[in-house]
């Protein structure tokens, strides 16, 4: 899987040690009503089911929908 790196102040961070990883997930049933398949995802994202997304936001301070 491949890690998208991110940083919210809009200046480059001074050290890599200060980046954030974060997958791209994307919910089936929402990709399916918009007849999304998997090449017309950008680079590294991926499907993922409800039950995954909805482990991670239980998990997560962040998520974004």
């Not at 491949?2 to 961070?13: D, Y």
């Not at 980046?19 to 090449?39: F, H, K, N, Q, Y």
Request: hydrophobic share 40%; proline share 5%.
């Amino acid at each position: 899987m491949q890690k998208f790196n991110f940083h919210c102040s809009g200046e480059l961070p001074k050290r890599r040690s200060s980046w954030v990883s974060a997958a791209i997930l994307v919910g089936t049933p929402c990709a399916r009503t918009r007849l999304l398949d998997p090449e017309n995802l950008i680079k590294g994202a991926r499907f993922s089911t409800a039950d995954k997304l909805i482990e991670m936001a239980a998990e997560s301070q962040v998520f974004t929908f």
